[in-house]
């Protein structure tokens, strides 16, 4: 008994897993972000970081090109910038993938109140990162095609002027619209519940479709609570990039007044503007998802209940179920 609540006081030292409402996981999300403010936004930095050199290469690119002839690019010149941008993105999307499992990683630490590092937490996320790529990926895909599929349901009657008569046009356009809406509707709840996909691959050790279907299961009665999370990241975000961007604003209203261009230094800063708000905005989201990926666990499988009980020596009765079902117990390094 001594030593039952010698681990239950030390759990609740340390802010130990509980069920919480979603005022209470953003209270905690903002918590752990103010706390470890270096570390999150230290992760963060890497995606907007690769951004702002692509644009400042662009904004170098483009300078250069004002001193050469306006003559039309050749079909060459088109296909090096297109591989350039499928290359970039591909590297973006690597870097993503890392600052996405470091953060989840970082979390996982101090939420638990264990310490960690920015370099300990990149480190540690390495063997893991071909499975959060393919993660981005295919859930990426998966969403882009529903949304495809939206739009051609439009496009394709508004498209067949000749074989469609205008009546049997206006209908297919009527039917095209309401399959365009549920595409993205369903998309979009689609993209929520494949948030705790990261969580699971790296705490879970799952495969790349294993995370995206255990996602589903445990983003389930919580789609709302991502949702407004998710919102609430993109307002501070959008706030945050309107606020440094003011400068920005005065600017090009007097660069306008006086039909001019906008110079140099206030397109440099505007980039600035936006790398500045991705890194402060940007671990919101994922801090409170990794959160709510724990309260699933907390509120479904007793994850709390079983960490006290491995704290103690005793057997987990819920282990072998949960293996069963291809869920394997979570560990934090």
């Given at each position: ?15 130990a897993l509980r069920p919480m409402s979603t005022s209470q996981v953003l209270d905690r999300t903002f918590s752990l972000y103010r706390n470890n403010f270096v570390v999150f936004a230290g992760i963060a930095i890497l995606p907007p970081a690769l951004l702002l050199v ?200 007097t660069a306008g007044v006086k039909h001019q261009a906008l110079s140099v230094t206030m397109q440099i800063w505007q980039f600035m503007a936006s790398f500045l708000a991705s890194t402060l905005a940007g671990p919101i989201a994922t801090i409170a998802i990794a959160l ?42």
């Open positions: 008994m001594v030593v039952f609540l010698a681990i239950q006081g030390e759990f609740e030292m340390d802010q692509l644009q400042m290469l662009s904004l170098l690119a483009d300078r250069g090109g004002a001193h050469r002839s306006a003559a039309p690019a050749g079909a060459s010149a088109v296909v090096a910038i297109a591989l350039g941008g499928v290359l970039f993105g591909a590297v973006y999307l690597v870097g993503y993938a890392f600052a996405l499992g470091a953060s989840i990683f970082a979390v996982s630490r101090l939420h638990l109140g264990k310490p960690t590092s920015i370099s300990q937490s990149y480190r540690e996320i390495r063997p893991y990162i071909w499975r959060i790529l393919g993660i981005v990926v295919l859930a990426f895909l998966i969403v882009g095609a529903l949304m495809a599929v939206g739009i051609l349901a439009v496009a394709v009657p508004i498209a067949s002027v000749v074989a469609l008569g205008m009546a049997a046009k206006i209908v297919a356009t009527l039917i095209g619209t309401l399959l365009l809406l549920a595409c993205f509707i369903y998309a979009i709840r689609l993209s929520f519940s494949f948030s705790l996909a990261t969580p699971v691959c790296m705490l879970e050790k799952m495969g790349v479709w294993d995370s995206l279907k255990r996602s589903r299961v445990l983003a389930k009665g919580s789609l709302g609570r991502i949702f407004i999370v998710s919102l609430l990241a993109g307002i501070i975000g959008g706030a945050l990039t309107l606020a440094f961007n003011v400068p920005t604003f005065f600017a090009a209203a709510i990926y724990y309260d699933e666990r907390v509120r479904k499988e007793a994850f709390d209940l079983q960490l006290m009980m491995e704290a103690i020596g005793m057997p987990k009765p819920a282990q072998a179920q949960a293996q069963a079902a291809g869920g394997p117990f979570p560990t934090i390094g």
